[in-house]
Every structure is written in C-alpha cells, then in structure tokens.
C-alpha cells in the first residue's frame, strides 16, 4: 500500500505519521500541500500540527491547497483518508466530514494518553480493532471540541458514523464524547487523537495506534 502523507506550512507531525505508515506494513509517500499531485498513492493522511498557523479557524485556509482539490476527488471517489488531529480539522472544513471542532471548553491545550472506546470498525482505518476495543493514545489539542447542529449529531449517532469515543474523562468538551468520526460511506476518518504516536512499544504510550495503519491494505483489497 502506498499512503501519501501531505505537509502543510505548520505540520508538526506528518515525519511521525509517515513512520507510522511504515511500522503499518505500508509505503510512505511525502505529498507537498502546493502540488494538486497525489502521486497515485492509495490512501492519504492529513497529519497533526497548526497548518497556517491556525489563522482564521484550524484547518480553514489548508482546505484551499492544491493538494485538497485532488483530496476531495478522490475521496469521493472512494479513495481512504484519514485526518488526525489538525487533519480532523481540515476534513471539516473541506466539508468531507461533517461538524466542526471549536476551541476546548476549558480554554486550555490538553496533552494526555487518552483512553478510547471504537465505536465502528467498519472502516477503512479501524477494521483492525473489535467493535467496542478499548484503547489508548496520545492526545493534544486546543480546538478539539467536536460539535454539530442537533440534526447532525442525531445523524451521526443513527448511522453509526461515530469511530471512537472518549472514556473515563472528556478532556475538550466535544458533544457526546466524540473523538473521531467517519463519513457514510466509510473511507473518510477525523480523529482527534494522535494514533501515528503509539505504534511502538519503546516510545509513547504502546502501540495501540496501530491498527488504524494495519487496516488499509484489507480495506482496499476487499
């Protein structure tokens, strides 16, 4: 599987991202936010960081790069994405997710191991868990308040397009405990926390980050 991992001006963690790819069983491709080229990858990755800076709101002037013309294409087209963190964010905003995430409730950046529940692993990044596994990963953020108009949420939570949960503590207040969700059609992930940081056991916080590496190559031979 060949994986492009794009890199916007303010990415911190696509060098993570790309090795996780690689721990994954996958071939990590660089991809440049100014090129509208996705190098005939099979899959891409929107990685963590303050694209832009975060001016205006996160993720808001990254939907606007080459390189997300040729993301949203493809991703209709079926082509698997996954967005962490800042990615999460800039899935938003490119309307390829639906939802926003707004600033913490407590006003605060928050960096923890973060338990998680998976609550549909049916995608193309969480086919590797059990339904209902719990997990945990690094999570950091400062805009992670998942929220939705109450049609929405309703929509998301009936159609099963919730991926993971928060347990045991809501750390930015998003609705529901929402950590990450997918769109219908489940190709497209946002995911708030950092999987891409807890794939190895000498590092972080062990390596149940993993398994949104390991899926692809069943998701896409299927």
């Keep these: 599987m060949r994986v492009g991992v794009v890199t916007f001006p303010g990415s911190l963690d696509d060098v993570d991202a790309r090795r996780a790819v690689r721990i994954g069983g996958n071939e990590?491709?660089?991809?440049?936010?100014?090129?509208?080229?996705?190098k005939s990858v099979d899959a891409v990755v929107l990685p963590g960081g303050f694209s832009y800076g975060d001016y205006l709101r996160c993720g808001a002037i990254s939907r606007f790069s080459p390189v997300m013309s040729e993301v949203v294409r493809a991703a209709g087209n079926g082509l698997p994405v996954l967005g962490i963190c800042n990615g999460f964010q800039i899935l938003c905003e490119s309307h390829l997710l639906p939802g926003a995430l707004i600033r913490n409730d407590h006003r605060r950046f928050v960096c923890r191991d973060q338990r998680l529940r998976i609550e549909n692993n049916r995608t193309a990044w969480t086919s590797s868990y059990a339904e209902g596994a719990e997990i945990t990963i690094a999570l950091k953020n400062g805009e992670g308040g998942f929220v939705a108009d109450a049609d929405t949420l309703a929509r998301i939570e009936g159609e099963g397009q919730v991926v993971a949960r928060y347990l045991e503590v809501n750390p930015n207040g998003s609705l529901n405990d929402i950590a990450g969700?997918?769109?219908?059609?489940g190709n497209v992930v946002g995911l708030m926390p950092h999987p891409e940081h807890a794939v190895e056991e000498l590092t972080g916080s062990g390596t149940d980050g993993l398994g949104f590496f390991t899926s692809l190559a069943a998701a896409v031979l299927s």
Excluded: G, P, Y
């Design 181 to 185: 969700i997918t769109n219908e059609r």
């Design 28 to 38: 990590a491709v660089a991809l440049w936010h100014a090129d509208a080229d996705l």
